[in-house]
């Protein structure tokens, strides 16, 4: 199974998971965007994740992460842990709303607002059908010759397959007509198929020999090329093979005995 591809901004504590968007930050990220301490936040964490999701006493804002753990591990070579994108802005919005005052509680002010107004510009877009990432003319124009561009490949894969030589098992060798070819038994057209890859063999048409009679004759014309090529044995050969033959049946009785 193929890794799921993060795209992570390490120097800046932040990444994103790149099939669903899902994204996150450090803990230091995040303890920088709410003007407080990553030890701070490490604690609120763990108390998050070891809360009771019936009965805790956490939070308005965090009281639906508790009980889980919302942290993303990225398959990059440090591993990198991250908090979901959710769960940071439920601590931002404590941090900003629900917390007692501290020293940063206006650094958790001015992001929660930051955040919030780039929230609202999002929602509005997901309601007007705006795209950041909408396309040019340029761009128009070539998703729109799509279609016109998929049949002209249409077309060419038709003549291509037409160029495509016929399987072998369909293939009537130069000279044969159709007609006569198709009256073959099936080894017989393996046959002239296999005279005419070697011996160029076209059949001649002007003669008026029966296809039957033509078919026997060159049978019997290899028949006769085979028993010619057979080379005559001398008798020293002969004896040579069966002192051989002998030998191969003594060492089969004497490993047939071992194995009993």
């Not at 800046?12 to 936040?41: E, P």
């Not at 308005?60 to 959710?86: C, H, M, P």
């Not at 028993?227 to 089969?252: G, I």
Request: glycine letters at 4%; a neutral charge.
């Amino acid at each position: 199974m193929s890794k799921i591809k993060f795209h992570v901004k390490d120097e800046l504590g932040f990444c994103t998971r790149l099939n669903d968007g899902v994204s996150g930050m450090t803990v230091t990220a995040l303890a920088d965007f709410c003007g407080t301490l990553q030890q701070a936040i490490t604690q609120l964490l763990n108390r998050i994740r070891d809360s009771s999701p019936i009965m805790n006493e956490l939070p308005e804002s965090l009281k639906s992460f508790a009980g889980e753990e919302w942290r993303l591990i990225t398959n990059n070579e440090q591993n990198s842990l991250f908090v979901v994108d959710e769960l940071c802005h439920a601590i931002l919005e404590y941090y900003a709303i629900d917390a007692r005052k501290y020293k940063g509680k206006q650094v958790a002010i001015n992001n929660y607002r930051m955040v919030a107004r780039a929230g609202l510009r999002v929602f509005i877009w997901s309601q007007t059908g705006y795209s950041p990432y909408t396309l040019n003319q340029e761009q128009l124009a070539l998703l729109n010759s799509i279609p016109r561009l998929q049949e002209a490949i249409t077309q060419l894969q038709s003549q291509i397959q037409n160029l495509i030589p016929a399987s072998k098992s369909d293939y009537i060798p130069p000279g044969w007509n159709t007609e006569v070819w198709n009256k073959l038994p099936p080894q017989d057209k393996r046959h002239f198929r296999f005279l005419h890859r070697r011996r160029g063999f076209r059949p001649d048409y002007r003669t008026e020999m029966p296809l039957q009679e033509l078919t026997e004759q060159f049978k019997q014309k290899q028949k006769d090329e085979l028993k010619t090529a057979v080379v005559e044995v001398s008798p020293e050969e002969k004896q040579r093979l069966e002192a051989a033959r002998l030998e191969a049946l003594k060492l089969l009785r004497e490993e047939g005995e071992n194995n009993d």
